[in-house]
């Protein structure tokens, strides 16, 4: 979703600003643009489209000076559609003002209503430009930014992330955060602020996270927190751990494909230094204080948008089967809006990659209030969601710049195994029992591996499949999310609409779409349902639908009834759907690849959604 970039310092902005909006790009935007703090004066420059265009258009223009002060923004919009207008930064009436904004002003048109009674003009649909007059406003009695930005946030109800500038004190920025995330960068005599690392990690590793409510005044040589009521904050400075060939291609042609094939790795990540292979248990640090809590809930709450609460959904039965733990999985913004009925002896996981989702962490918020303990299996270290939760573990996948989430998903599977097994070993499971399963776990990165020895038959699927108007995914059991999984893969990045069910469900509805053009695929491990599943693949033959079948490597049997067969390695059921996933991923990839859509930034899509 939307990104921000901003820059003082001794060196030249714009190229900083460009290469930061850049790094931003894969958050999903649908235009740009930039300020610039010279002589006096702020220049701004916006486009609707990409940054790309955005950097055509000013080198057409050729007239922007050097300058050591600037922002830049990329806008997914949300008031107004996006065109040049109400692309950011906006101005204040005289231009002496300059902001922009992630997020949503909720009571935008009433301050726009009485800011319009005093004279001022807009130009935009947007909600940000009431931030710039506001301020403007203020700023005509309290001559000092910082100030006019605290008391004029004080009359704002809503979420931002917000930078601003002024003309009239061109030796500092101020940037504020309310639910949207924001990171100040310090590096010598000049600092960064960014919505999220990428932009600024080429530059410094020294970052502070700002908290909701609190704004900071930043100069090229420090920076000065208070909250919006004017109370002084003393804010740590911490370093960033991942390095920038983390979040470049590395020799793939998109990003979700350099992340379907780190998966072998991330998962590897997500164990490492947990899973006691031979002792048959788990180390979690993060869960250690919260130990008598998860041991003695009366059930657990899943709780994730998207494909985060496709892993949830995979969560319930691994936590339900070998835990023995009572589960729910619910979304995000259900949950919210739904009055739950939540007590102390409730245990709530936000499950969220960015750790920045809006819904999962309003939902955090309403699930602590109620007194439940919440925890974050998240992502994106240092990312709001564990920064309120009590305690969590990090999934360790790494920096996810592809909009469809692929080794994110993979690793919050693993850590819900890991959790499973360290909740049921608690619980009394048996050494020996345990070790079975720790030792599935620790061969599943080596048998991710294999799959991508043999991608071609995947390859050939899109190339065959590539017109398809619909398709079909239908699992059981624990595999039933898998198919939610990989139908939300194929729509997200071929546009191609897709269903996901439950594979018994289909002969409630969707069977009624079956033909001989409809592909539908099953997920088919050879599991304790298999034969099952094997009724509900001959009733799509009955009704000549083509049949793809993700099936074990031993099964002989599949080829006899499924018109496709991808292979993949088998493990222990429960853990299947880690595996089963990733043909999945691979087909999504190359039928968007085939139909020429942008794999990395898909229409509409947005990386971290930050708004409700
Ligand atoms: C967006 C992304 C999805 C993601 C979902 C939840 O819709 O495009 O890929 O699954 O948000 O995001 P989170 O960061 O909370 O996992």
Request: charged share 25%; proline share 4%; hydrophobic share 40%.
């Amino acid at each position: 979703m939307c990104g921000i970039v901003g820059y003082i310092g001794p060196k030249d902005t714009l190229p900083i600003l460009i290469e930061g909006l850049k790094r931003l790009e894969y958050r999903g935007y649908d235009s740009a643009g930039i300020a610039l703090s010279s002589n006096g004066k702020i220049l701004v420059r916006k486009k609707a489209g990409k940054v790309a265009d955005l950097v055509a258009d000013l080198k057409e223009s050729n007239e922007l000076p050097q300058a050591h002060l600037g922002m830049g923004h990329t806008r997914w919009a949300t008031h107004g559609e996006p065109n040049d207008i109400n692309a950011h930064p906006h101005v204040d009436c005289k231009g002496e003002i300059a902001v922009i904004h992630n997020g949503i002003i909720e009571n935008y048109l009433a301050i726009k209503t009485r800011l319009k009674q005093r004279g001022h003009i807009f130009k935009s649909e947007t909600d940000t430009e009431i931030l710039a007059h506001l301020i403007e406003e203020i700023y005509k009695t309290k001559k000092d930014l910082f100030g006019a930005v605290r008391l004029a946030l004080r009359e704002v109800r809503g979420t931002y992330g917000l930078v601003v500038l002024s003309s009239r004190e061109p030796d500092k920025f101020i940037a504020a955060r309310m639910g949207s995330p924001l990171i100040l960068g310090l590096g010598e005599g000049e600092s960064f602020v960014a919505a999220d690392a990428a932009a600024i990690i080429a530059h410094t590793r020294q970052v502070v996270y700002l908290n909701d409510g609190e704004v900071a005044e930043v100069t090229a040589h420090g920076f000065e927190t208070k909250t919006i009521y004017d109370v002084s904050i003393d804010k740590a400075i911490e370093e960033i751990t991942f390095d920038l060939s983390q979040i470049e291609r590395g020799g793939y042609e998109h990003f979700m494909m350099k992340e379907i094939h780190e998966q072998p790795e991330t998962i590897r990540n997500a164990m490492r230094g947990r899973l006691l292979v031979e002792e048959g248990n788990v180390r979690l640090g993060g869960l250690e204080h919260v130990r008598d809590k998860l041991l003695d809930a009366r059930r657990f709450i899943i709780i994730g948008c998207g494909t985060s609460w496709h892993a949830g959904l995979v969560g319930e039965y691994m936590l339900e089967h070998i835990a023995k733990v009572p589960t729910e999985v619910e979304y995000a913004s259900e949950f919210r809006y739904r009055s739950p009925v939540i007590t102390n002896n409730d245990v709530v996981f936000l499950i969220s990659q960015s750790g920045e989702t809006a819904d999962t962490l309003a939902a955090l918020r309403e699930a602590k209030a109620k007194g439940a303990t919440v925890l974050g299996i998240v992502n994106v270290v240092g990312s709001s969601i564990p920064r309120e939760t009590q305690g969590g573990v990090y999934v360790h996948a790494g920096p996810e710049i592809g909009v469809a989430s692929t080794k994110a998903f993979t690793s919050q599977l693993t850590t819900l195994a890991l959790i499973t097994l360290m909740i049921a070993r608690e619980k009394g499971m048996k050494k020996e029992e345990a070790v079975v399963l720790t030792r599935e776990l620790d061969a599943i990165p080596g048998k991710v591996s294999q799959i991508f020895k043999n991608v071609e038959p995947i390859r050939a699927l899109a190339r065959e499949f590539r017109d398809s108007k619909n398709f079909l995914f239908l699992g059981r059991g624990a595999n039933f999310p898998v198919a939610l999984e990989g139908a939300l893969k194929l729509k997200e990045i071929s546009y191609i609409h897709a269903e996901g069910y439950p594979a018994a469900e289909m002969k409630h509805g969707p069977i009624a779409l079956i033909d001989e053009k409809m592909p539908v695929v099953f997920v088919v491990p050879k599991d304790s349902i298999y034969e099952k599943v094997i009724s509900n693949i001959q009733e799509v033959r009955a009704r000549k639908g083509r049949i793809i079948a993700i099936a074990n490597e031993d099964d002989h049997e599949i080829n006899s009834m499924a018109d496709y067969v991808i292979r993949v390695p088998r493990t222990y059921g429960f853990f299947g759907p880690i595996l089963n996933v990733i043909p999945l991923q691979l087909l999504a990839y190359y039928m968007a690849v085939e139909r020429g859509c942008n794999v990395d930034q898909p229409r509409n899509l947005a990386k971290s959604v930050t708004v409700e």
